[in-house]
């Protein structure tokens, strides 16, 4: 301990601590300013002028309401606003239906391989939105998805076409199920079965039982898990982008990227409509936080209860045989998709026996997309931002979380809350809102690969503050207090005691940041230059240029380098788990 | 309407451990309360959840009203919602999402009661239970005790065949908990219904209940009229569970006397077992009588030395030696009689001391 860190804390040099206090928060939210504030009060100066901050320059606006109230009443917008609604919305009540009923049958259930199932449900989260599209519109396009082959080989009259509303709003419904899934799982599981045994006394049959008591009691949890995939496919712009861009069907992601993508970009118009999501986004996430704080109606008596299973008989396979399906849908078959596309020279399948013809696979996709210097250098520049990110991302998170929670720092309300305001703003917005505050000052951030690492930082930093805050509340204050006791000083403490209790949450944080940081898309849309190209925007223009094959070869590349990351993450959690000596009582 | 309940040789077995029901008989007529009584863990709600049907028997029949509801080894299990029978949880499981009237009325629904009779009975039952003014409020809005005025009265409404209490009042405070309990035998008693009462309390089963059974590991060890069970306790763990405190050994040496290993002899009015048996002698500690020394010696009447005594205000516990045993006796009065080291007499009840063999 340094003799200065010593005088911090000596209560005689109270004045001295205090100030430090002040030095320390207001860093932190000069900081924070930086990062969120700034970039947000430019989106909104930015919606209210017509100037191009390129062209115009830096500073020079000419404001009024009126280019924001010109925006709310072009069709246009309308439009787009509509299909987002009207996707969303579809998807959402889809993913309530995959969700509640997955979670039932886990938790309520006999059904067999239950741990399998609950596995199965929350595997989509782990699934690339951009890839799953990619792989879906190989799969389902109207003309040459495999499906399509397929079922033409068999002779029925059918067709699948996922570029259209109802292809997006499946794609979405079985992708962002586990969102609701996750909330209602564990609503069921800590509802006191007597609630259900009483309606059953009571003369009530089981289907009865479940629309009458059960899901009215989880109802809480089921709206908390309706908005938050709803506030994520409004978000999302991989999956539109993909099903919408061919049958014309813009939703306000898509369409507030095509307005950058004018000549002249339209920026200024990006900027509204950007803000019109922001402020949809904002009213649910707000909606959603009252339900998540109002009053539930869950009634744990605090005991270990035995949830009550309902034995299904026979039924309990055709329950099971549901999970299996929705692992074909949401896994296999894309997985199956993508490594038919990337190994085959060509995708175009004549009949069912050439696709088993060897003849036709090689490696030449693979090939191809190695030799363009762009695409190795869009994973090196990925994983550059990704290291960038996750390391001054987990060390801000880190400060933050301590400050909030483990500190009486003046102003720590002002930092809870404005680090968590990114909560109500989608990753697209994030990358509007950054490129108007750097787009127009020379020499600045705008095309370095830390513009991005900002960007992606504050984008997740409300979910690395409360994954790291959950690791932080674990860490008992006994244990911390006993160190102060001990004659260690603040800065002492954290060193010798917070840190290396705290360190697996740390590091797992950062894991999820990093795998949050390589795949994330719709901020990097706005921000990345061709020097500074990453990984899922060159996945989205090979896509767009029309070559199904390197495509699909990325796509794989991509999900595998995932799939290690999320493994190591996993592994560093579960020592997370371990290592929690620090546990109250 | 009420009926009879007739459990014979039930037999649960849960996937690990001993049985936590094990081979349990029993018969409750209809009208009657019949209270199970025994500590934590002893297999009483397992029991009250096998006859509701929420827990599949590995053995036994369970019959209700003549109609038989469980029978494994012939493969007859009747679903709950078909045996007509109300229950009353221990954690109340009112359904918080609906009002009082909503959560009562909720079995009549599914029993095609004609609405307006079914209102009809909802305010006859709330009135019941004294609930009348609170019909309309969600019920999120009551006192625990309250609400397990609505489980009881939701498990009434439809005149069910039995009424199972699973500790109904363990999660209220001690005085709702005193005044509840009286109330619940009236509305018990009131709404002529056949109840099995299941308590850990042994002050709560002898206000409430005609008979009752104390169980132990799984297994029934005696049931009869409360009177009985305090009087005539059948083993040493009935005696023990309803609070005989004194223990003393000796070897039955006659019939009617035990012999103590002091040498003194103690006269039973009608000791179990042969002479020669080794055996222990329980005795009440509220049985035993204390006289000061020199007063008048009746038969098992013998000298004690006062340890120490305890005023608890309306009553005074005494640790006495005598016999070569510490001993626990109990005198009413707000006057304490002996200090410590006193030398006393202590007179051993002949016909309110039990011998169980040892
Ligand atoms: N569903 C169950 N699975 C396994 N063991 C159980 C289950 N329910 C009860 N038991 C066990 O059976 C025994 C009796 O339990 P219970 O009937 O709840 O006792 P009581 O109600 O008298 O406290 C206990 O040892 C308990 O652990
Ligand atoms: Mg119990």
Not at chain 1, 42 to 60: E, H, R, Y
Not at chain 1, 153 to 177: C, Q, S
Not at chain 2, 214 to 232: D, F, I, R, T, W
Not at chain 2, 282 to 300: C, F, M, S, V, Y
Request: charged residues 15%; contains cysteine; glycine residues 8%.
């Amino acid at each position: 301990m340094t003799a200065e860190t010593a005088a911090l804390v000596a209560p005689r040099e109270a004045g001295r601590r205090i100030s430090f206090g002040w030095l320390w928060s207001g860093a932190l939210l000069v900081l924070l300013t930086f990062l969120v504030i700034y970039p947000v009060a430019m989106l909104v100066l930015g919606a209210l002028t017509n100037t191009n901050p390129v062209v115009d320059g830096f500073g020079i606006y000419d404001l009024s309401l009126k280019n924001f109230i010109t925006v709310l009443g072009n069709p246009n917008v309308h439009f787009a606003l509509a299909n987002s609604l009207i996707a969303c919305g579809g998807g959402t009540l889809l993913a309530v239906i995959i969700g509640l009923t997955f979670s039932w049958v886990v938790v309520r259930t006999n059904t067999p391989c239950k741990r399998f199932i609950a596995a199965v449900s929350m595997i989509p989260l782990f699934v690339p939105p951009l890839v799953a599209a990619v792989a879906w519109s190989i799969l389902a396009s109207p003309k040459t998805g495999l499906l399509n082959t397929m079922i033409k080989w068999v002779g029925i009259d059918f067709r699948f076409d996922v570029y259209t509303m109802g292809g997006l709003i499946a794609i979405f419904g079985i992708y962002y199920a586990p969102y609701v899934y996750m909330f209602t799982a564990s609503a069921l599981r800590n509802m006191d079965p007597a609630l259900e045994e009483a309606a059953e006394i009571s003369g009530a049959t089981p289907v009865r039982i479940l629309f009458t008591v059960t899901f009215p009691l989880i109802a809480p949890a089921i709206i908390s898990g309706m908005l938050l995939s709803f506030i994520v496919m409004l978000g999302i712009y991989g999956i539109p982008a993909v099903l919408g861009a061919p049958g014309d069907i813009p939703v306000l992601t898509t369409y507030i990227f095509k307005l950058t993508n004018w000549s002249p970009p339209l920026y200024s118009t990006a900027a509204s409509v950007a803000i019109i999501l922001m402020i949809v986004t904002g009213f649910l996430v707000f909606l959603q936080q009252k339900v998540v704080s109002g009053r539930s109606y869950i009634t744990v008596a605090g005991k270990a209860f035995r949830p009550g299973v309902m034995n299904l008989g026979p039924w309990r396979y055709l329950t099971l045989s549901l999970a299996v399906i929705y692992l074909i849908v949401v896994v296999v078959l894309p997985t199956l998709a993508l490594i038919v596309a990337a190994f085959r020279k060509f995708l175009f399948i004549r009949s069912v026996e050439s696709l088993f013809d060897l003849k036709q696979y090689s490696l030449i996709h693979f090939e191809r997309l190695f030799d363009n210097p762009l695409a190795v250098r869009s994973i090196w520049n990925t994983m550059e931002v990704g290291l960038i990110t996750a390391v001054f991302g987990g060390i801000l998170a880190f400060a933050i979380g301590y400050t909030v929670h483990r500190t009486n720092a003046a102003g720590r309300r002002s930092i809870d809350v404005i680090s968590t305001l990114p909560v109500a703003i989608p990753g697209l917005v994030i990358g509007v809102a950054y490129l108007w505050a750097w787009i127009g000052l020379p020499g600045g951030l705008y095309g370095t690969i830390w513009i991005l690492a900002l960007a992606f930082i504050a984008r997740f930093m409300p979910d690395t503050i409360k994954a790291l805050s959950t690791s932080l509340l674990q860490i008992h204050k006994e244990l911390e207090e006993a160190s102060w006791i001990c004659g260690k000083g603040l800065l002492g403490t954290i060193r010798t005691i917070v840190l290396p209790l705290a360190r697996p949450g740390v590091i797992a944080a950062m894991t999820l940041l990093f795998i949050l940081a390589i795949r994330e898309l719709g901020s990097s849309l706005f921000l990345y230059t061709s020097n500074t190209m990453v990984m899922a925007v060159l996945l989205l223009d090979y896509y767009e240029g029309g070559n199904v094959g390197i495509t699909s070869a990325f796509s794989l590349v991509q999900t595998l380098l995932l799939a290690v990351l999320i493994g190591i993450a996993h592994f560093l959690s579960r020592g997370g788990a371990d290592t929690s000596v620090g546990r109250a009582g | 309407m009420s009926a009879e309940l007739i459990v014979s040789h039930l037999r649960k077995q849960f996937a690990v451990g001993r049985p936590a029901v094990d081979d349990v008989s029993f018969r409750v007529a209809a009208g009657e309360i019949v209270v199970l009584l025994g500590p934590s863990g002893c297999g009483k709600t397992t029991t009250l959840r096998c006859i509701a049907g929420l827990e599949q028997p590995t053995a036994g029949t369970i019959s209700i009203g003549g109609d038989e509801v469980a029978a494994p080894e012939r493969g007859v299990h009747v679903p709950p919602r078909l045996r007509n029978i109300g229950m009353v949880f221990q954690s109340y499981a009112v359904w918080p999402h609906m009002t009082v009237r909503q959560n009562v009325n909720y079995p009549l629904r599914h029993r095609k009661v004609p609405r307006d009779e079914a209102e009809r009975k909802v305010d006859r039952v709330l009135e019941l239970v004294g609930l009348s003014e609170y019909a309309e409020r969600p019920v999120t809005q009551l006192s625990g005790g309250q609400m397990q005025r609505v489980a009881l009265a939701r498990a009434l409404v439809y005149e069910p065949r039995i009424l199972l209490l699973d500790e109904p009042l363990s999660n209220l405070d001690a005085k709702l908990r005193l005044r509840l309990r009286d109330e619940l035998r009236r509305i018990i008693k009131e709404a002529k219904v056949t109840a099995l009462y299941v308590t850990h309390d042994q002050a709560e089963a002898v206000v409430l209940g005609d008979r009752i059974g104390v169980m132990e590991n799984g297994k029934l060890m005696q049931m009869s009229a409360p009177v009985e069970l305090y009087n005539k306790p059948e083993n040493l763990f009935v005696a023990n569970f309803t609070g005989v405190s004194n223990l003393i050994k000796g070897e039955i040496s006659a019939p009617g006397a035990v012999r103590l290993s002091t040498g003194e002899t103690l006269r039973i009015t009608a000791p179990r077992g042969k002479t020669g048996d080794a055996v222990l002698v329980a005795i009440r500690p509220e049985n035993i009588q204390l006289r000061p020394n020199g007063e008048g010696a009746d038969t098992n009447s013998f000298p004690a030395r006062v340890i120490e005594g305890h005023f608890h205000g309306t009553q005074t516990t005494y640790a006495l030696e005598t016999l070569g045993h510490r001993i626990e006796a109990i005198e009413l009065g707000t006057v304490p009689r002996f200090s410590a080291h006193d030398t006393i007499r202590v007179v051993i009840p002949p016909d309110h001391s039990w011998v169980f063999p040892q």
